[in-house]
T-cell receptor, first 109, second 112 residues
């Protein structure tokens, strides 16, 4: 079956670094997405990886290892506004997105 | 209109009633999607449309129907609402199969 696993909840301190992991098992693979979703709002796009390696975008970076079925989202210099849920989603061979349940990130001062 | 718009924002509905959730985008995206989001679960695809005139079933299509008469609009209809359809519904669109999704602001639906 198809499955995405990510931690339910994480806590981190303002100014620190946090890594949110995601493992996936899908029928085929056409890329891995990360979305951010603030409480009561719609998800918004953060990153897309299809090749192995690290992609950096400002304070946020995303890593992919296709051989391990593994990705992580790295958030640096955490700010209170980064408190949100982070959704991992894998694009399968039919170009359908398989979504994880999301990781709720709590930032403490 | 800028982006993707959903209506209504929220709705309380009696079980057995018919309801249509509206979704309109102005980005000329070919692909559109309807998801439901429930606490503790990932987004689940209800129906999708890869282009105007075509629709497909997602992971949880039962009790829902869609139409795609033109590029911009993709309404979702609950023919006879049941309490298990209480959820937050998101409409989304994308420019291609591996393109990022743009989401509407969501509809909070409560079926009593």
């Amino acid at each position: 079956g198809q499955n995405i696993d990510q931690p339910t909840e994480m806590t981190a301190t303002e100014g620190a670094i946090v890594q949110i992991n995601c493992t996936y098992q899908t029928s085929g693979f056409n890329g891995l997405f990360w979305y951010q979703q603030h409480a009561g709002e719609a998800p918004t796009f953060l990153s897309y990886n299809v090749l192995d390696g690290l992609e950096e975008k400002g304070r946020f970076s995303s890593f992919l290892s296709r051989s391990k079925g593994y990705s992580y989202l790295l958030l640096k210099e955490l700010q209170m506004k980064d408190s949100a849920s982070y959704l991992c989603a894998s694009l399968d061979s039919n170009y359908q997105l398989i979504w994880g349940a999301g990781t709720k990130l709590i930032i403490k001062p | 209109i800028a982006g993707i718009t959903q209506a209504p924002t929220s709705q309380i509905l009696a079980a057995g009633r018919r309801m249509t959730l509206r979704c309109t985008q102005d980005m000329r995206h070919n692909a559109m999607y309807w998801y439901r989001q429930d606490l503790g679960l990932g987004l689940r695809l209800i129906h999708y449309s890869n282009t105007a005139g075509t629709t497909g079933k997602g992971e949880v299509p039962d009790g829902y129907s869609v139409s795609r008469a033109n590029t911009d609009d993709f309404p979702l209809t609950l023919a006879s609402a049941v309490p298990s359809q209480t959820s937050v519904y998101f409409c989304a669109s994308s420019g291609g199969q591996n393109e990022k999704l743009f989401f509407g602001s969501g509809t909070q639906l409560s079926v009593l």
